[in-house]
């Protein structure tokens, strides 16, 4: 029997601050369910002590993989892997990209103070999690609580300060995705993402931050994906409005 090529591009997952490869869990089987190749890789900043590690180490470590695959993969990011996300478009050539959730490449107006380490593994509380994802099941909560890991203020810092993009270096169609209910990246934000670099933008009712990775709507927003991917790649979409996708 002739074995059967998958031409379909690779995917690499960003997660956000604090979290791992963990976070896409569901839309990893999903994906793989849809014959895509997944990377959830769990960023460490190339093992550096936390608090000297760069939102950059990260970037050379997305790289890193990028390299080992040789294969133009598709990159989605959410929240600070939003970012990376944008940035991996800028430096390499990649198929797609898709935001959830995303850290813009300008300054993020917050007061509260960053410290060097921010200790979310040992001081986020049960509530804290449930906060970021209140319409995710109890089950998913009490599974993603534990998970959280400490984060480099250094981080948190460059992506508040604002971290420009060069839009002009990302050749890839670019979609962008916003929680209705996001208090952290408002719908505001992302739809201002989505004119930056003129991309297909979906808004999502009564979706929260995390709630996009881990809700109960979770694998509604990754159908949406993966149906964005595989029609962006025959279809010319140039005729719809970002404004005009909202679900």
Known sequence: MERKINK??????????????????????YF??????????????????????SIFDYVKQLQKIVATIKQKPIVIGASMGGWLAQKIGEVEDVAKIVLVNSAPPWPIKKSTHVPDVIKWSTESTLQDTTDCMPEATKKTILW???????????????????LS?????????VLVISGGADVDITPKVSLEIAKYYNADYFKFKGVSHVGALLGKRWKDIAATAETWIRLSQSVDLDGFEPSAFRM
């Open 144 to 162: 993603a609580h534990p998970q959280w890991r400490d984060e480099s203020g250094k981080v948190i810092k460059q992506l508040r300060s604002g």
């Open 8 to 29: 379909k591009p690779p995917i690499i997952f960003i997660h956000g601050a604090g979290g791992g490869g963990w976070e896409w869990e569901y839309w990893k089987i």
């Open 32 to 53: 793989e369910s849809h014959e895509y190749r997944c990377y959830a890789p769990t960023l460490n900043g190339n093992k550096k002590p936390l608090k000297d590690v």
């Open 165 to 173: 993009i060069n839009k002009e270096k990302i050749k890839a169609r």
